[in-house]
């Protein structure tokens, strides 16, 4: 009798945190989960970050995945400045929908205010932003700017990177070689009752399931249960099988997770390709508001 | 008497008229019914009444029987099951599964007489683990190619059912003995025409070696449900003196509980076959 080769998941979590950190000179950095996440305090972001600061945000990142930087205070063009520096201001399809009971004016800022009238809230369920988009979003960068009073409202990450790695090997190599549509309609539609503009459709999109990330070289997993509809290369139900047994696995695997606490002052900011992430609506009919700021690499996901 | 040989469906199945059973089986006779076997996976024949000694005989000409640890036999035939069903003894066949996979040689083939039938239903269904192997993708198909399984005589033969007076646990403790857990390969090369088919059933194997739990109960379960798609199988309705032959090696079978509280006496002979690659 041999064992599952069920163990990976501990393998790569002892890779992961065994990984050479160099210590942070202008930043104060405390870990909120050994697998992703953690808070950055030492920097205001409202100011231009000096450059040898801002090359250790991008290594913080690059560590972390997930960064919460506490004690912030932004208006929403000191928001989008510091989003600048990572890349080109993405542009959402529903900035100005009412479909999530928000809209702004600034096509660049992703406004929701869900309270007692909500029946869907942005981002309830495990998902890459906006993955169904030619470049999809690289990083987010959140601003909560009303907390539910009596708490709650965490927002929940899971690491894309251990998600593949603690695959099997056989698996790992089905999924090398597969990709998958992302249908804007598929998490619009079906989640929000959003329908896009008369005469246009949501964007849909081919990508890699498995990609290899542009600063790391490491290998994600991005596929996700909002707007991924099928993968291309497999039958419907072979694709309903991986899909289902991949989504579990991202959900169940909690050593991978990690939930960011929302205090006042936090610009929370995210990969959003090595990363998956759930905004958990536990607050209801208590409101909370948010503005979000993403940015787009040149390119989407690349094998 | 010529054999005539008419196809029940493209995947799987034959009908095969003009040729007595329990007669001593011609050489000629032997290879053209080993042909259409290659070809069609499992064979039907109508009134071929034939006793328990003929049946023996007659499977004996395809290879080394096989003797069930488990299974009730003829007190004078050794080698023939008699699978007797109703409520006392309830069916446990209705599941999808390949003969006696638990061993390191699993049956070339099994030869089965329906000797008493309910007034409906206790029909047996066949599925080629060819056709379904051909229909997964080639991603899919690269996955599995490989990949080996375990399969274990306790996932269909439980303590509770088949060890219930001290006899039937002596019997049963050696069955366990006699027949440890086996690897076979998930997708198996049929040693005579060449052709992959899917080799893991819902009976016997327990899991995937070389894939994580979840990812092997994952793929073990879409193979499951893939096998009994109704393009790959054929279903037979019964008739006293029925017979049939199937190719075990790359065949799975499902024979439907529907008929309590009535009685249904098959009596089965199995040829041993080699080890699977």
């Avoid at chain 1, 920097?43 to 997930?66: C, G, T, W, Y």
């Avoid at chain 2, 309590?260 to 690659?277: I, S």
Wanted: hydrophobic share 40%.
């Amino acid at each position: 009798m041999s064992f599952y080769q069920d163990f990976n998941d501990k393998t790569v979590t002892e890779a992961w945190s065994d990984t050479a950190r160099e210590p942070y000179q202008t930043l104060q950095l405390t870990r909120l989960a050994p697998t992703l996440g953690a808070e950055v305090r030492g920097v205001d972001l409202s100011k231009e970050v000096p450059n040898a600061q801002f090359a250790e945000i991008q290594r913080a990142l690059r560590e972390n995945l997930v960064l919460a930087f506490r004690g912030q205070t932004l208006n929403s063009e000191q928001h989008k400045a510091f989003a600048r520096r990572f890349g080109t201001l993405h542009r959402h399809v529903l900035a100005k929908s009412r479909a999530i009971a928000g809209g702004t004016d600034d096509p660049e800022i992703l406004a929701w205010r869900t309270g007692p009238e909500s029946r869907f809230t942005a981002g309830d369920a495990w998902h890459h932003d906006v993955s169904c988009d030619e470049n999809p979003i690289w990083a987010s960068f959140l601003h909560v700017t009303k907390l539910p009073e009596g708490g709650g409202g965490d927002t929940a990450f899971a690491n894309m990177m251990l998600a593949y790695e603690s695959l099997s090997e056989p698996y790992k190599a089905l999924l090398d070689k597969l990709t998958a549509i992302h249908d804007g309609s598929e998490g619009w539609t079906a989640g929000y009752g959003a329908k896009p503009e008369p005469g246009k459709t949501f964007p849909a999109n081919e990508h890699p399931v498995v990609a290899r990330h542009p600063h790391s070289g490491r290998k994600f997993l991005f596929v996700n249960e909002a707007f991924t509809s099928h993968i291309v290369q497999l039958s419907r139900s072979e694709s309903a099988s991986v899909l289902a047994h991949l989504y579990r696995h991202i959900e169940k695997q909690l050593a991978f997770q990690v939930r960011v606490h929302w205090e006042p002052g936090t610009l929370l900011l995210w990969d959003n390709w090595a990363t998956q992430h759930h905004a958990v609506w536990d607050y209801f009919p208590q409101e909370r508001w948010g503005e979000r700021v993403s940015v787009q690499l040149g390119f989407g996901p690349r094998a | 008497m010529t054999l005539h040989i008419q196809a029940l469906g493209p995947a799987i199945g034959a009908l095969v008229s003009g040729i007595h059973l329990s007669e001593p089986l011609s050489d000629s006779s032997r290879d053209a019914l080993l042909q259409a076997l290659l070809q069609h996976h499992v064979l039907f024949f109508e009134n071929q009444p034939i006793t328990p000694l003929q049946q023996r005989d007659l499977a004996a000409r395809f290879g080394p029987l096989h003797i069930h640890p488990i299974y009730r036999a003829d007190p004078e035939v050794p080698e023939i099951i008699l699978l007797d069903t109703s409520t006392g003894n309830p069916p446990d066949n209705d599941n999808w599964h390949t003969d006696v996979t638990f061993i390191e040689t699993p049956p070339m083939g099994a030869l089965l007489s329906a000797k008493l039938l309910p007034p409906s239903g206790g029909d047996t269904l066949w599925s080629s683990g060819v056709a379904a192997f051909e229909a997964l993708s080639p991603a899919f198909q690269k996955l599995l190619d490989g990949l080996t399984a375990e399969h274990d005589i306790l996932k269909s033969f439980h303590a509770e059912r088949f060890a219930r007076t001290p006899e039937e646990q002596t019997r049963f403790d050696a069955a366990r003995k006699n027949n440890p857990v086996v690897v076979h390969p998930v997708i198996r090369t049929h040693p005579v025409t060449g052709k992959k088919g899917i080799f893991v059933n819902e009976g016997f194997t327990t899991r995937i070696l070389e894939l994580s739990a979840p990812e092997s109960e994952a793929v073990l379960a879409l193979l499951v449900k893939h096998i009994a798609k109704p393009e790959f199988t054929v279903r037979w309705r019964w008739k006293t003196n029925d017979f049939a032959f199937w190719d075990n090696r790359l065949t799975q079978h499902y024979a439907t509980n529907d008929y309590l509280p009535h009685r249904r006496v098959m009596n089965r002979a199995t040829v041993l076959g080699d080890k699977p690659f």
